[in-house]
């Protein structure tokens, strides 16, 4: 093992040891029992590959085109909240050290640093978006994103309530309220509609794109049935996710429901996917089950520990285990790996 693929295989024991406990709870943080969190790491490891042989993988290219913008690398990070309270550079940090692989970062609408200092960065990056009850309310955020030059807007859509934690100890001290939601108008919080949208429908899509004039991601679908909805609706993605565990307990794991919704909507729009994903295999593994696209949202939080430098490190390791990977399933790009599942049904595309 080299000694980055050790560090990222060590990723939550360093972060257990160094972060603040309400810190890391927080990003630990499962719903319910937990059992859908710690499923999905374990669910990666049981797609099954069927490597060719006798192919060059001399020289490898890793990138990919997502919305028409090409970005270095096939994987990208998730959005998460309170980057600032794993370390002081918070957003800064990830972005720059996104931005030097060529990657993409998905900025959370929640996030505690202004849209444009992100930008400034260079880094390629997605907004994303909880709606709130009184849509209106979004609308100078969704401005600032705009302007600072986000390229996509990816809407939640699996979060119409944030359930409360099952033990009491699980749950985290809240995030200083100056941490989050930095981007909204000042007294956002309180503000009577404020509270997150329990109406969410396919009307959401074309009001986001009429407001922003971006392309729309959907992030949070299960089912082929709602990707379809979502598609039909002018979704130009659909992003395969139960949230990493955190909404509701018990959901199907991502890489279970992902073929389905390829099956269902791959040939219109893109899919991502997310949850569990832990290595650069597990980054080949969604790609060949159809993802254009994977994310991951514990781990550059973990890395980010280290600042800067520890998401540079991840994205290095990343790209070193995806490179040994492509080369022993004989693969020279991402779009080479859809051919190299093995046809267990419950993974066949
Ligand atoms: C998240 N996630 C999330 N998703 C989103 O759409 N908006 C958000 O603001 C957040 N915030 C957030 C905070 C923290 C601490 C975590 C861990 C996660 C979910 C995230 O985007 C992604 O779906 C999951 O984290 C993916 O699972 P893994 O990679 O963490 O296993």
Request: hydrophobic share 45%; with cysteine.
């Amino acid at each position: 093992m080299s000694p980055d693929a050790r560090w990222l295989a060590q990723l939550e024991d360093r972060a257990r040891a160094v972060l603040p406990a309400p810190v890391l709870d927080y990003v630990l943080q499962a719903a319910g029992d937990g059992i859908t969190a710690s499923e999905a790491t374990q669910a990666w490891r049981r797609v099954r590959l069927l490597p060719h042989v006798m192919r060059d993988v001399t020289e490898l290219d890793l990138g990919v085109s997502l919305l028409g913008q090409h970005v270095d690398v096939p994987w990208g990070v998730a959005p998460t909240t309170w980057q600032a309270g794993v370390h002081p550079d918070g957003e800064l940090a990830t972005a720059r050290a996104t931005a030097a692989v060529g990657g993409l970062m998905v900025v959370s609408s929640n996030a505690g640093t202004p849209f444009d200092r992100i930008a400034g960065t260079g880094v390629d990056w997605w907004l994303q978006v909880y709606l709130p009850a009184d849509r209106t309310l979004a609308e100078p955020m969704l401005a600032r994103a705009v302007a600072a030059g986000a390229t996509a807007v990816v809407l939640t859509v699996d979060t119409p309530v944030v359930p409360v934690p099952s033990q009491p100890a699980d749950t985290p001290d809240l995030p200083e309220p100056g941490a989050l939601r930095i981007n909204f108008d000042d007294g956002y919080d309180a503000e009577p509609g404020a509270d997150k949208a329990t109406d969410l429908g396919p009307h959401d899509l074309d009001w986001l794109a009429e407001r922003t004039g971006l392309p729309v991601v959907v992030k949070g679908v299960l089912r082929p049935d709602d990707a379809r909805r979502c598609v039909d609706a002018g979704a130009r993605a659909v992003w395969v996710s139960n949230h990493g565990g955190r909404q509701l307990d018990r959901t199907v794991a991502t890489v279970d429901a992902l073929p389905a919704v390829v099956a269902e909507v791959g040939g219109e729009a893109e899919v991502y996917v997310d949850g569990g994903v832990r290595s650069g295999l597990d980054v080949v593994a969604a790609t060949a089950a159809g993802a254009a696209a994977v994310f991951l949202g514990r781990s550059p939080l973990l890395a980010l520990v280290d600042g800067e430098a520890g998401v540079a490190r991840l994205h290095r390791a990343l790209t070193e285990q995806v490179s040994e990977a492509l080369r022993l399933t004989g693969c020279r790009t991402i779009a080479d790996t859809r051919g190299i599942l093995a046809a267990e049904p419950a993974h066949r595309v």
